[in-house]
């Protein structure tokens, strides 16, 4: 018990400081097979918006494999535990590859045994809840057969209620963390954030001798819009296009709302040629496919300004400075036609 209190001690401290969920999953399934001493492999299974189990951590399986692994409440061990009482009661399971063979689907058996999973033959399984709902399982596997005494299963319900309080601590401290990053409006990075990472991007750059494009993207007309059909959905438009950036460039770039109806974006590994073809395509999608929003068939047109680090400028003012003057430069031309 003294080394549960510790080990539970240091997963609600590491909450503060893991960015990456699967980090965190990762510590609390090695912390709670390293607790029982006749444990070999295990699995956190978490409950997903399709009310699918998911494989979120493993240890002793091919985690690939594993990953594939989608279940349903009914092919688990609490598929016969149907109250809330019921379910926070863990289970020891015997034969546990016949049990796995009867409830599973082919489908996810035959994934199982590829990820090396039919060699265990006692399993403890442990319903995780948060905030009174129901969020995934925590198995601890053995190799042995009657390989876990009640103490055992005592001491790993004592782990789990403790690491549900640890992951609601971890869920508000993301939220928290989400906010302060991100444009409430349109998920993308907020202004602040992106300056932030800007320093660390240019630092490894230079590390590396690298190079990025840095673009500045601000809507045309703007203002009509919002004076003519009003703030709701001047916001629509500026979803939108937030979304149509998501969806044109990488997951790897960084892509932020800078202010208003000002974007800005880094780009990485792309030469001139294919960056400002990227680009020119969006542009051209958005103002040849007009978007319904509340019955108003709406075109959403953008001036954009390209700099090229480190060819355009090595400080990060100055590049930005660049991008803005080509910005303007575009707008002019898209007024003056």
């Known amino acids: ?27 609390i399934l090695e912390n709670g097979i390293n607790l029982i001493e006749s444990a070999n492999k295990g699995s956190l299974l978490v409950l997903n918006d399709e009310n699918m189990l998911e494989v979120k951590s493993s240890k002793g399986y091919d985690k690939k494999v594993l990953s594939n692994i ?23 399971i015997e034969n546990i590859s016949e049990f796995n063979k009867d409830s599973m689907s082919k489908e996810n ?20 809840i ?62 602040h954030y992106f300056k932030e990472r800007l320093v660390d991007i240019l630092d490894k750059t230079d590390r590396y001798n690298q190079d990025f494009s840095l673009v500045v993207f601000d809507l ?16 629509e438009i500026i979803k939108a296009f937030a979304n149509k950036l998501k969806n044109t460039f990488r997951k ?25 073809k990227r680009i020119s395509q969006m ?21 954009y300004g390209v700099a090229y680090y480190p060819s355009d400028a090595k400080d990060l003012e100055e590049l930005f400075k660049v991008a803005d003057k080509r910005m303007y430069e575009f707008k002019e031309k898209f007024k003056n036609n």
């Open 1 to 27: 018990m003294r080394k549960a209190k510790d080990v539970i001690l240091d997963i609600s401290n590491s909450a503060i400081k893991m960015d990456n969920p699967e980090n965190f999953f990762d510590y």
């Open 70 to 92: 989608k279940l349903k409440f009914k092919e688990t061990y609490f598929k016969d535990k149907l109250g809330k009482s019921q379910i926070k009661v863990p289970m020891r």
């Open 109 to 128: 058996y035959e994934l199982l045994k590829k990820a090396g999973g039919l060699d265990i033959k006692t399993t403890i399984s442990c319903s995780i």
């Open 130 to 191: 948060v905030d009174e709902k129901f969020y995934g399982l925590l198995n601890i596997d053995s190799h042995s057969k009657d390989a876990f005494n009640q103490d055992d299963i005592f001491l790993i319900r004592y782990f789990s209620i403790e690491i549900e309080n640890a992951i609601k601590n971890y869920q508000l401290i993301r939220e928290k963390l989400y906010l302060s990053r991100h444009d409430k409006l349109t998920g993308l990075y907020n202004r």
């Open 220 to 235: 045309n007309n703007f203002k009509n819009i919002n004076d003519t059909y009003g703030h709701s959905i001047g916001d």
């Open 252 to 276: 790897s770039d960084l892509i932020a709302r800078y202010g208003g109806d000002e974007f800005i974006g880094i780009f990485f590994e792309t030469d001139k040629e294919n960056i400002e």
């Open 283 to 303: 542009a051209f999608e958005l103002e040849t496919e007009p978007i319904n929003i509340e019955n108003n068939k709406l075109k959403i047109s953008t001036s």
